[in-house]
């Protein structure tokens, strides 16, 4: 269904007013129960993982690039618009074109998680938005079954979140720790070795490490935040600490490109 819209302050566009102010953003989108997709190929990905779209903003030179998506949905809205007045609403220049909004689901259960799954990436404090669509892209393209949350981390459906995914993060399963204290001993319940990427006295290099996760049935990966790192809690609960070996007087990596070096050793050599 198309519909030309000519004034920002229309009340149909308001699923897209600010996009960019995060707090804002966050009530919104929890109160209403929607999440923002950006981009062709996210709004793709999204449709095709089964979440209900509620309407569609873009400019007309995208109409035909999506057409074909529409009539899949063909009593959903799809408001075009000049891209100045997408500006106008969105606050920041919509340079993909296109974006959209979906009804907000959550579909997996820690438990879920904890019976299916045998390699978990799990984040303990990922602030910035980035970092925690960059890390689940890392556990799926990498082939890891899913992504625990600790209750303090960003969402993984805020709209920079999936954009930087390009959109994995809707299919990969995750969900939110409600128990930060008892996370760590939950996981070894479960039967995984837990091992905390982190710099201690006490870590093992990651190659050093690699044998051993080889080997364990079920492997979980424990991921700090970007300014201080795990947890004092998480890291002397965990069964291993290990560290990936740095030189030039670098100490460590970013959060996310950690992710995907470990993703990658530990989660090929485990399969």
């Known amino acids: 269904m198309i519909v030309d819209v000519a004034e920002p302050g229309d009340e149909r566009l308001a699923d897209y007013v600010k996009l960019r102010e995060s707090s804002l953003r966050h009530s919104l989108e929890s109160e209403q ?3 923002i997709a950006e981009g062709s190929k996210v709004i793709r990905r999204a449709i095709e993982a089964g979440y209900r779209p509620r309407s569609f903003l873009l400019a007309p030179r995208w109409l035909d ?8 949905v063909p009593d959903v809205p799809v ?3 000049s891209e100045e007045l997408a500006e106008q609403v969105t606050g920041f220049h919509v340079h993909r074109g296109a974006l959209a909004s979906l009804h907000r689901e959550q579909r997996h259960t820690v ?3 904890l ?3 045998r390699r978990l990436v799990v984040a303990e404090e990922i602030a910035d938005h980035a970092n925690v669509g960059a890390i689940a892209r890392n556990a799926a393209g990498l082939g890891w079954d899913g992504l625990l949350l600790g209750p303090r981390c960003a969402d993984p459906l805020y709209r920079r979140s999936v954009k930087v995914s390009m959109g994995t993060v809707l299919s990969l399963p995750w969900a939110r720790l409600d128990d ?5 001993p939950t996981l070894q319940s479960a ?6 990427l982190a710099l201690s006295d006490d870590s093992v290099s990651l190659a050093e490490f690699a044998p051993r996760a080889a080997a ?5 990966v424990l991921l700090g935040s970007e300014g201080h790192g795990l947890s004092r809690h998480w890291i002397t609960q965990a069964d291993y600490v290990v560290r990936i070996p740095m030189r030039a007087g670098v100490d460590s990596l970013n959060v996310a490109a950690a992710s995907a070096i470990a993703c990658y050793e530990l989660g090929a050599r485990g399969r």
Request: hydrophobic share 60%; net charge negative; charged share 15%.
């Open 180 to 184: 930060w204290a008892e996370a760590v």
């Open 79 to 81: 408001y075009l618009v």
């Open 216 to 220: 364990a049935p079920r492997l979980a």
């Open 33 to 35: 129960g929607l999440f």
């Open 111 to 113: 438990g879920g998680l």
């Open 115 to 117: 019976a299916d799954a």
């Open 191 to 196: 039967g995984f070795l837990v091992a905390a």
């Open 65 to 72: 690039d999506l057409h074909d998506l529409f009539e899949t």
